[in-house]
């Protein structure tokens, strides 16, 4: 009997291959540990949109609502958008009717992986950029106010979620530095030397911090960021910000390991949550074999670990850690994917992480 329902979204383009891969891992581990997983496929995207008119049904989106986790591959296409002019996105709807305002991505230097940073500290990379997910400047998709003189976006940010985001940055570097056996850090990535938002930002995470005495605290703009994520990656631990500047920052970090292959990412809200990689669907190289599955079956060990903690209990988070330790082992012994200047397509990545499963 299947105890934990996944809504499978594969979506367009690279999304449905990497999720074909992530779910051979993900039956692997049910098979070994008698998880108890169940998936159902549903249909969404840019070629839904195309080819029936919507990028998510209410049919679709109730179906996922219903599921205890949703694993998602990649949506969007670039040759298919709204009159006016935007791409078609589901991800975003999904993250603001399900309320995820927590997009927890990590990104760690997985051992063999070839690093652009010559600095052998880049090895030690890893951190967790924590990215707003639902308001910000993304508050005002489909929003915004187009004339012919003038375009306007509009960015808004509640203390509600603002508290939200304080605490569960804290959470997680409390939880990290239990786990890696070092102090906790958070830097809160903002503007706020010139909005007033940000300033505001400062002001509710400094109120959070106080319960939080073991785990240190700092503040960082985010131009200096993006310029010591190149400098010095390897001093950061937990980096909350804004939507937008987690979307931007993410794509940046993910260059930092390797690419977007290696880079997961949740998307948490209290009572639903979305696991899927950082990257997009890559019309680049669609269709061909060559998607790096990577960064899809990390987010499928964050989604294991995430019922674990819920209450699907240890063997769920065993499994999450046996998922990771396989990626690692694999890459450790000489697997290449493409991304990263070497041979192997996406069946052969797969077969790599499958055999290095313990
Ligand atoms: N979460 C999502 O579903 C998501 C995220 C980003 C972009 N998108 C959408 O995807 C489409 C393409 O966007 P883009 O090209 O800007 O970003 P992208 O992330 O799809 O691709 C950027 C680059 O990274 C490479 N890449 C991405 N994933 C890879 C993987 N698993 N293995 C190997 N290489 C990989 C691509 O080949 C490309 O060179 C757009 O329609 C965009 O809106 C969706
Ligand atoms: C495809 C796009 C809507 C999405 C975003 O902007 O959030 C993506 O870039 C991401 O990082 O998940
Ligand atoms: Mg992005």
Redesign the pocket.
């Given at each position: 009997m299947n105890s934990y329902d996944i809504a499978v979204l594969a979506?367009?383009?690279?999304?449905p291959e990497?999720v074909e891969a992530t779910l051979a891992v993900l039956r692997k581990v049910d098979a070994r540990h008698s998880l108890g997983l169940g998936f159902t496929e549903l249909r969404a995207g840019?070629f839904a949109y195309r080819d029936t008119g919507t990028d998510l049904s209410d049919e679709v989106f109730d179906r996922a609502r219903k599921a205890d986790a949703i694993l998602?591959?990649?949506?969007?296409?670039?040759g298919?958008r709204h009159a006016d002019g935007t791409?078609?996105?589901p991800?975003i709807t999904l993250r603001q009717r399900l309320d995820l305002f927590g997009g927890v991505r990590p990104i760690r230097a997985i051992p063999g992986v070839p690093l652009p940073l010559v600095d052998p500290r880049a090895a030690k990379i890893d951190f967790v950029i924590l990215r707003e997910s639902t308001e910000g400047l993304f508050f005002s998709k489909d929003k915004g106010v187009v004339t012919r003189d003038q375009a306007e976006e509009t960015l808004r940010m509640t203390r509600g979620t603002s508290l939200r985001l304080a605490r569960m940055a804290f959470d997680l570097a409390g939880q990290r530095a239990r786990r890696l056996g070092r102090s906790g850090r958070v830097t809160l990535v903002d503007k706020a030397n010139v909005f007033r938002a940000f300033a505001w930002l400062r002001q509710i995470f400094q109120e959070v911090a106080v319960d939080y005495p073991e785990v240190r605290h700092d503040a960082a703009y985010v131009d200096a960021m993006a310029l010591d994520l190149i400098r010095r990656p390897w001093d950061f631990d937990l980096l909350p910000t804004e939507n937008m500047f987690g979307d931007i920052l993410s794509?940046l970090a993910a260059g930092l390991i390797g690419?977007?292959?290696f880079a997961p990412?949740a998307d948490l809200g209290e009572g639903h949550a979305v696991f899927?990689?950082?990257?997009?669907?890559?019309?680049?190289?669609a269709g061909k074999g060559?998607?790096?599955?990577?960064?899809?079956i990390l987010s499928a060990a964050m989604m294991l670990e995430w019922l674990a903690m819920r209450d699907a209990g240890d063997a769920m988070a065993e499994a999450a850690q046996e998922i990771r330790a396989a990626v690692d082992a694999a890459f450790s012994e000489g697997l290449r994917?493409?991304?990263i200047g070497g041979t192997s397509g996406t069946a052969e990545a797969t077969r790599a992480v499958l055999s290095a499963l313990r």
């Open positions: 979506g367009d383009g690279i999304g990497v840019a998602l591959g990649a949506m969007g296409w670039p298919i791409e078609l996105a991800q794509d690419g977007m292959g990412s899927q990689p950082s990257h997009g669907t890559a019309p680049d190289i060559k998607a790096n599955p990577t960064a899809t994917t493409a991304d």
